[in-house]
T-cell receptor, first 109, second 112 residues
Framework: GQNIDQPTEMTATEGAIVQINCTYQTSGFNGLFWYQQHAGEAPTFLSYNVLDGLEEKGRFSSFLSRSKGYSYLLLKELQMKDSASYLC??????????FGPGTRLSVLP | KAGVTQTPRYLIKTRGQQVTLSCSPISGHRSVSWYQQTPGQGLQFLFEYFSETQRNKGNFPGRFSGRQFSNSRSEMNVSTLELGDSALYLCASISGDYNEQFFGPGTRLTVL
C-alpha cells in the first residue's frame, strides 16, 4: 500500500535551521519531491531526489535514503516567509505522484 | 513562458448539480494531472492524462471524470455533486522528463 508520513506541525525561530522528515512506503519508487505551499496558494516545487544523498539548492537541501524509505528537507537561515506547509511526494512506478499530509511550519520572530 | 491556468478560480454549486473545470498546461507539456485538496485528506490524486489518453487514475468514484484535448488542455467533470466534493481542485502540468510538476492556482469549489 501507499503510506507517507510527515510531522503535522513544526515551529522554529527566524534565522535558525529546521529539518522536516518524511518516511514512505509506496508501490515502487521513481523519485521523491518536496513542495512548499503557502496558505491559499498552489504548491510550488522545491526539490527532487532520485538517488541517495543530499541535494542542495540555496537555503534548501533535501536528503534521500531509498533503503530506509526516508527523506528530509533542511531549511537554513529561516525567514518569516518560510512559514508554509511542506509536502513530501513520491513518484511511483507508473508515474503517479503520492503526496504526504504536509508539515505546517511556523517561523517565529 | 506562460504558467498553468485554471478556470474558473471559484465556483459555488448545489448538491446534485454537475461542474466542469478547465486547465491549460504550460506550452509544450503534454501531461496533466488533477488533484483534490481538502483540509482533512490533503492532496489526493484524481487522474493523469498524456496525449489525450488517461494514463493513471486515483481512487475516486465514477462521478469524477476527465479528458484531454489535442492541444493538451484538460477538463475534469464532477457529476451529481455532494457536499464532500467541496475542495480545492489543482491541475499540474508535468515536464517531459517527469521531474517537475507545475501547479496551477486551483479552482475552489464549494457545494451547498
Amino acid at each position: 500500500g501507499q503510506n507517507i508520513d510527515q510531522p503535522t506541525e513544526m515551529t522554529a525561530t527566524e534565522g535558525a535551521i529546521v529539518q522536516i522528515n518524511c518516511t514512505y512506503q509506496t508501490s515502487g519508487f521513481n523519485g521523491l519531491f518536496w513542495y512548499q505551499q503557502h496558505a491559499g496558494e498552489a504548491p510550488t516545487f522545491l526539490s527532487y531526489n532520485v538517488l541517495d544523498g543530499l541535494e542542495e539548492k540555496g537555503r534548501f537541501s533535501s536528503f534521500l535514503s531509498r533503503s530506509k524509505g526516508y527523506s528530509y528537507l533542511l531549511l537554513k537561515e529561516l525567514q518569516m516567509k518560510d512559514s508554509a506547509s511542506y509536502l513530501c511526494a513520491v513518484r511511483e512506478r507508473g508515474q503517479n505522484f503520492v503526496f504526504g499530509p504536509g508539515t505546517r511550519l511556523s517561523v517565529l520572530p | 513562458k506562460a504558467g498553468v491556468t485554471q478556470t474558473p478560480r471559484y465556483l459555488i454549486k448545489t448538491r446534485g448539480q454537475q461542474v466542469t473545470l478547465s486547465c491549460s498546461p504550460i506550452s509544450g507539456h503534454r501531461s496533466v494531472s488533477w488533484y483534490q485538496q481538502t483540509p482533512g485528506q490533503g492532496l489526493q490524486f484524481l487522474f493523469e492524462y498524456f496525449s489525450e489518453t488517461q494514463r493513471n487514475k486515483g481512487n475516486f468514484p465514477g462521478r469524477f471524470s476527465g479528458r484531454q484535448f489535442s492541444n493538451s488542455r484538460s477538463e475534469m467533470n464532477v457529476s451529481t455533486l455532494e457536499l464532500g466534493d467541496s475542495a480545492l481542485y489543482l491541475c499540474a502540468s508535468i515536464s517531459g522528463d517527469y521531474n517537475e510538476q507545475f501547479f496551477g492556482p486551483g479552482t475552489r469549489l464549494t457545494v451547498l
